[in-house]
């Protein structure tokens, strides 16, 4: 990651597995522009703070993979349920959330709009789904929120497949 950040000027959001404050700093320090993490959050309160008022809320995002409402980190259930999450953060001071649901992450299925509306409705801060956007049309559906909080999407899968009509030019320009 630390060379990747040496050969490119592009942000880089890590999102972490994190399991100590050093190494949040340490990447923060080498240049990661954002550092998103789950699990710390939940069990490191103090050390979360710290980095939000050293680092400013912009750089400490947090990440919510869902499955059944529940919190999944590495494919395992947790028992914070998305609610309790989402208030814990937000009582830490977390303005920018990662969101995404199993339900639809890396099988090119649509999000559902109805989880991400609850979600933007439970979070003050600005929003990036995480996948459930496999074409254009997903990105129509996504403009029926008209919430301005969601700021951003992780594409993935549908990027690399080239399911969007530009990327048809944009193999085009590459050909001349």
């Known amino acids: 990651i630390l060379d990747i950040i040496e050969c ?20 923060l320090n080498q ?10 959050a939940i069990n490191h309160e103090e050390d979360v703070k710290y980095l939000i008022n050293k680092y400013t809320p912009s750089r400490i995002n947090f990440y919510a993979i869902v499955r059944d409402n529940f919190i999944t980190y590495e494919g395992q259930n947790t028992e914070v349920s998305l609610e309790q999450y989402i208030d814990k953060i937000q009582k830490l001071g977390g303005t920018r959330l990662i969101y995404g649901d199993v339900e639809w992450i890396g099988n090119m299925k649509y999000a559902n709009l109805s989880k991400i509306e609850k979600v933007l409705n439970l979070f003050n801060g600005k929003v990036t789904l995480m996948c459930g956007i496999p074409d254009y049309i997903g990105f129509k559906r996504l403009s029926e929120l008209n919430n301005k909080r969601l700021d951003s999407v992780i ?11 530009c990327q048809n030019l944009w193999r085009l320009a590459e050909i001349l």
């Open 155 to 165: 594409l993935s899968k549908s990027l690399y497949e080239n399911n969007f009509p």
């Open 31 to 40: 240049g990661v522009h954002r550092v998103a993490i789950c699990r710390f």
């Open 8 to 27: 490119m000027d592009i942000p880089i959001i890590l999102t972490s597995f994190s399991t100590s404050m050093e190494e949040c700093e340490l990447f």
